[in-house]
């Protein structure tokens, strides 16, 4: 049996879980999520923990049992206490602010990239350290927006140049050497 799937999911008290079929309903403070999940998946709510089982021990069974805990896990977090990724603009005259509830990217083309937070996305720069705070309840829309903002321009190996993850680590090439 998966040994994450069998773990419970504490439910913490700030947040309510509502179970109808295969939907589970998610609200916090921080917002609600819904999700219908594979009927093969059995999902009960029992002593304030939610709990997932799955029917046979077909290779379908055991992938979607901890694919379904790891999902109900990330929605409880999410509207609990919500989830953040954090990205650092390298290189000279490159820099990002906010106008208005929108990012502006002012990172070398000949015109400023403004990226518009979807419902439930915010973003937070920090004009010193150069980073860019993407934060949201939906762990997989997070990390979406914040690779997309990364794609604007990636960091390049030869000086370093571009917006990175703040722990990625950018491997370094030399450049061309002049002839001798």
């Known amino acids: 049996m998966s040994r994450i799937g069998r773990k419970p999911v504490e439910v913490p008290p700030n ?5 109808q079929g295969t939907t589970v309903f998610v609200k916090g403070p921080k917002g609600k999520m819904e999700y219908t999940f594979p009927t093969s998946v ?8 939610v709990l997932v089982g799955r029917l046979d021990d077909s290779g ?5 049992h901890g694919t379904v805990r790891a999902v109900i896990s990330n929605m409880i977090t999410g509207v609990g206490t919500g989830f953040q990724r954090s990205l650092e603009v390298n290189g000279v005259g490159y820099r990002a602010e906010i106008k208005g509830k929108d990012l ?14 979807p419902e439930g996305i915010s973003f937070d720069v920090d004009a010193k350290t150069r980073q860019i705070k993407v934060m949201g309840y939906d762990k997989q829309v997070v990390g979406q927006i914040a690779a997309n903002i990364r794609e604007v321009r990636p960091p390049e190996p030869y000086q370093g140049k ?6 990625e680590t950018i491997r370094r090439k030399a450049g061309k050497t002049g002839k001798g």
Not at 15 to 19: D, L, S
Not at 42 to 49: Q, Y
Not at 60 to 64: A, H, I, K
Request: hydrophobic share 35%; no cysteine; net charge negative.
């Open 15 to 19: 947040v309510e879980v509502k179970i």
């Open 42 to 49: 059995n999902i009960s709510l029992e002593n304030g923990s």
């Open 60 to 64: 379908e069974q055991r992938s979607l």
């Open 104 to 117: 502006v990217l002012f990172v070398g083309y000949s015109h400023p990239v403004t990226i518009e937070p």
């Open 162 to 167: 571009g917006i990175k993850y703040l722990e």
